[in-house]
């Protein structure tokens, strides 16, 4: 594909068709309800984690994980705070938060975030180490730092927790991890990113995407959207051993021929990082280089754009330790990407795993199991999870399509395919 034509096909798309229509702002729920969805499975490895994002009320959703990967619900638990639509000009369809990471866990902590957007809110749980399911609210849910705050990311002890905030107030603001007490803002960490926005944010294009922290955390690193045919970008704070961010960030655009840098993964044992490409397909990151050439403002050193044929919009990734590669989801064409990056850092397709048609596969994540990999997308056009086996290199397979629907009207859920939105997980220690 000519860049040309891809530059228009997400701009159609991504305007048009793939996102949901805004929903005006409402009181915050302040209750702490929660409902169980099915009985405990027992001996289980860990346990899945999304959130139902729903105007009036946000509950964050578990799903116990067993021996074999697959995957049982078991309790839907308000967070304290309200959902929110994007604004997308109209359109209905999933991925409400043009983003990746609304819902994040922290295994050395076993504490888990989310965001409430529609309350400008952070909450914090934390997670039964015998029972990861089972989770409780620690503390009342705290002003995010900004407005519409959409992704959110523990650092490796999980004692600092930093949010991303799309709308009018835009930027990173983090906060202390207190497991008694929830979270407390941290000083010298409230940054702005300025972007020409408002709340809830216009998209997806032009939007914020991701937030997450280098391999060695020492850096805080925001993706952002581009608007075709400019490229978007990444911005960095440098993080200092007090916790504190630098007064400004680095501004990195992606290799040419990158336009929307969406979710993040960070490469393994690389200062690299794989982020997917709403425009293109997906990006590499060399920070490596970006270090290096600290004035410069564009990816390079082995930084690169990589199409994928055929895409829509690919925008959500996760890497798997055992087959040693990446897996990246696509809301229109409904495939799972199998991606292999050489020590180069050059990508190439492995292999491309149907979903089914129209079932809007957006946030995945992957965990290990004995010798074995396990991948959880959220098929929120389905209102479903699709489980994989990752058995080896190019050979995943389906082994499970859970319903989320049934269960939730069961047991008094309200869910919507066009608000579902993020997907982590927990593996026992």
Partial sequence: MKISSITVQAAILLSSVVFASPIGRRAVDSGSKTMDMGASLGNTAGAAFFITNEPDGNFVVSADIGQ?????????????????????????????????????VSAAASMLATVNPGSNTISIFSIDKNDPAKLDRVGDPIGSGGEFPVSVAFNKAGDMLCALNGGEVNGVSCFKVDKNKGLVPAASTNRRLDLNQTTPANGPAGTVSHVVFSEDNKQLVASVKGVPPNPGFLAVWDVSEDGSLSKDFRSIAPAKGGLLPFSMTIIPGKNAILATDAGIGFDVFDFGAADKNILKSTAEGKSSANAIDGQSATCWSS?????????????????????????????????????????????????????????????????RIDVLSLDAPGQAKNIQKLDIAGPAKGSGLKISASNLQGMTTLIKK
């Fill in 68 to 104: 074999d990967g697959k995957l049982n619900l078991r309790q839907a638990v308000s967070t304290g705070g309200i959902g929110l639509h994007g604004n997308d000009s109209g359109a209905n369809g999933p991925d409400p938060l043009f983003t990746q990471g609304a819902v994040k």
């Fill in 319 to 383: 890497f798997s330790p055992k087959t040693g590669n990446f897996y990246l989801t696509d809301i229109g064409t409904s495939k799972v990407t199998e991606v292999k990056l050489d020590d180069n850092l050059k990508g190439s397709i492995v292999k491309q795993y149907d979903q089914g048609q129209n079932s809007g596969t957006i946030d995945n994540d992957i965990v290990s199991i004995g010798d074995k990999d396990f991948m959880y997308v959220l098929s929120a056009n389905a209102t």
